[in-house]
């Protein structure tokens, strides 16, 4: 069409030598479309085998037909062709000198017309994609045509034109492929070559364009896609994630209890953690996206990321504080009960009877309850500030909903934790009051065993100090001035046995009221006190012959130095009265003492006897 409006003069030339003829009215009518409208076509040479000649058949008239195409059609033989058409303009075939490859030109021809066709369709679809995109960022209310995509690949088809301009170009300046005889590129060739310049530079301009929108796209896309998940994340923290926190606010009653907090909460992190770790992955999106710095996006990215962290971090700070009141109430829970049983164990050794041997045990009894009071002492103190923790804990504990700060009720909790305390601080103060009654009973048991062995202490000093008066204490004197010194050594004795006799009673004495405080009525110190009463007589009676014996003693010296001094003027009877008191002494020394119980003393009094029987004559042969 383009040759014919430059006013070129058409000349169709059909080969119909391998064809059925019926068909050339079918294309007889294509050219007439083709043409129509055109009067420069003025014939169309139908070639036809000799052997048609021949049989001069034919049932299509041409001459009826020509006022309806346009144009004459005329039968001719391939030797009188070039009566109707010049030789350069036909090929060696029909006698002429054209160098033309019919099928490659065909070849050719398809592939402009396919790139024209594909190149021009793609372009007016860019051009709508470009100007929509261009409308949607102009308008940005509108919602954009995300699925309204090109429906060739702008990169096929570019390659496509790339192709066919190179292959162009080389037949132009390079001739036959083949390296025959040189020809020149047929007229639409010629023409073909900057219509493809111009649709490359066309479709390059607007997939540039393209490409720009592309990326648009697949920005606004991810920052969608971005904000569809931010929303899911934030959506989730303030809804069922911060809905287990409001209703797991409790801190159980028992070890057992709270463990079993602490595996829901587990559970509960475990939840938690997948939306943190989505988090996180969005947190690095928008990351980069920053740093690929588009303006236009800065505030609404960064106004994403703050919301994203601010509820990320709170909710995780929630989940950090109710672990830790998890933990210091399980702390407090194994306290608390380490604590009851020691109360316990302590009460049962408080209850229990308590029979020690002797003041030893009794010691090592009340070390031992000291140090258990102390322990629990120690450990009602570690519960206290443990519990102090828990309520501090709580005090602080928030949650967040709709934005603000909601404090969490724990009342029930705190006031469980103050019973605890306080249940706790009157089992150890009764325990205490039983530490202290089981303290005074002990130490007076204490003071019951001292008394009991400084009584049979006093009893044995009693015996000792009879013993020493019956075996020591046996001299008279050798003069009366010595007897009176002995005499005095003895009153002194006696004061000192009878101080030691009245010790030993009081010591008694107070054991008994111990015992009845204690209420203890068998006790192996019963026999202490007719012990000490017996030695006590026995030292009585001694004490008591020994104070006769040493007056006897102090008389005789007497009598016998007043003989020696008035030898020459005393009477007869005078010496009759010394020796008189002499026998009587001499009888007394050599009688037992007999104590009441019948005990005799056996100590061999001879010697004491020959002093007194030679002390007269001594101071008569002395004067």
Known sequence: KQLLKNGAVLEALLLATETQFFCFKAIFLQLYTFC????????????????????????????????????????????????????????????????????????????????????TSLLDELVVINESEKSNQLDKERPPDCNFLPSLDPETV?????????????????????????????????????????????????????????????????????????????NWLEGPGTEQLRTQWGIGDSIRASQALQQKHEEMESQHSEWFAVYVELNQQIAALLSAGDEEDLVELKGLQQQLSDVCYRQASQLESRQNVLQS???????????????????????????????????????????????VEGSLAGLREKGQVVMDQMSNQTTWSYGKDVPIENKENIDHIQGVMEDMQLRKQRCEDMVDVRRLKMLQMVQLFKCEEDASQAVEWLGELLDALLKTHIRLGDDAQETKVLLEKHKKFVDVAQSTYDYGRQLLQATVVLCQSLRCTTRS????????????????????????????????HTAAEKVGEEWTILEQETYEEVETVGKAL?????????????????????DLCHHVNTAPDHQVLQN
Not at 191 to 200: C, D, F, N, R, Y
Not at 528 to 550: A, D, G, I, M, Y
Request: contains cysteine; negative net charge.
């Open 36 to 119: 129509h409208g055109l009067s420069e076509v003025s014939l169309v040479c139908v070639v036809k085998p000799d052997e048609f000649w021949d049989k001069k058949v034919t049932h299509f008239c041409f001459w009826k037909e020509k006022d309806r195409l346009g144009f004459e059609v005329i039968l001719v033989s391939a030797n009188k062709l070039t009566r109707y058409i010049e030789p350069c303009q036909l090929t060696d075939e029909f006698g002429g000198s054209l160098v033309y490859d019919h099928m490659d030109w065909v070849n050719k021809r398809l592939v402009f017309e396919k790139f024209t066709k594909e190149s």
């Open 158 to 234: 570019l390659q496509t034109g790339h192709e066919l301009l190179s292959e162009l170009q080389q037949r132009r300046f390079n001739g036959s492929e083949g390296g025959g005889v040189a020809w020149s590129p047929m007229d639409d060739e010629l023409l073909a070559q900057p219509q493809v310049m111009k649709l490359l530079d066309s479709l390059r301009e607007q997939y540039t364009k393209y490409q720009e929108v592309c990326r648009q796209r697949s920005k606004r896309s991810q920052l969608e896609e971005i904000q569809t998940k931010v929303m899911q994340v934030v």
């Open 329 to 375: 109430a399980h702390e407090f829970h194994g306290t608390a009960q380490d604590l009851s049983q020691q109360l316990d164990g302590l009460l049962g050794m408080l209850c229990a009877d308590v029979a020690p041997t002797d003041g030893a045990a009794i010691q090592q009894t009340l070390k031992h309850l000291e140090e258990k009071l102390k322990s």
């Open 525 to 556: 110190s019963g026999d202490t006190l007719p012990r000490l009463n017996r030695v006590w007589k026995q030292f009585t009676v001694t004490s008591e012959e020994r104070v006769h014996r040493l007056e006897m003693a102090c008389s005789f």
């Open 586 to 606: 001499l009888d007394r020394l050599t009688v037992p003492v007999i104590f009441p119980d019948g005990f005799r003393t056996g100590k061999n009094t001879s």
